[in-house]
């Protein structure tokens, strides 16, 4: 068949095929911050929209497929979350939650607060509790030594500190 007869997208239609953001599988723990993260999202999402209704340019109907798609993936979150309340575990084992603070094998300190996928930001210190550290961490007890299994090599970790949140 000559590709002269197949009808190709001219740029004013848009196409359905945006897909859908991944969804985990594992359960969607949160820390109380975490979901008015969870929450603040939806609004902001909610906000845009509002602002994209209406406009026909073509730039706008794209942005507002996107969040439609994004304001739909938020939503779905905040109605699965389960809130852990950390303040509410004692500080005897690292828990969902916990600030950890461990020593390396190379005598350097590291902080991590232990939080849901939605809320992980390695920038401030935050892991999922699904990370290969977060779950070498799980459970363990002041003086534990864990083993956090990386793809650059296995690290030593002593936990010198353990507190809620």
Request: net charge negative; charged share 30%; hydrophobic share 35%.
């Amino acid at each position: 068949m000559s590709r002269a007869f197949v009808k190709e997208p001219d740029g004013e239609q848009l196409g359905d095929d945006l897909p859908e953001r991944p969804r985990s599988s594992y359960t969607n723990y949160v820390t109380p911050q975490g979901l008015a993260q969870l929450q603040r999202r939806v609004r902001e999402l909610s906000a845009q929209k509002e602002a994209l209704i209406g406009n026909d340019d073509l730039g706008a109907r794209q942005q507002l497929k996107q969040v439609e798609r994004d304001l739909h993936y938020y939503e779905e979150r905040v109605q699965s979350a389960v809130v852990v309340q950390p303040e509410a575990q004692s500080d005897d084992k690292v828990r969902f939650g916990s600030t950890v603070e461990v020593l390396d094998s190379d005598g350097q300190t590291l902080r991590f607060t232990i939080v849901g996928e939605d809320e992980a930001d390695a920038t401030h210190e935050k892991i999922s509790w699904m990370s290969p550290l977060a779950r070498a961490l799980l459970e363990a007890q002041v003086g534990d030594v864990v083993t956090w299994k990386r793809p650059v090599g296995d690290k030593e970790l002593e936990v010198v500190a353990i507190r809620r949140g």
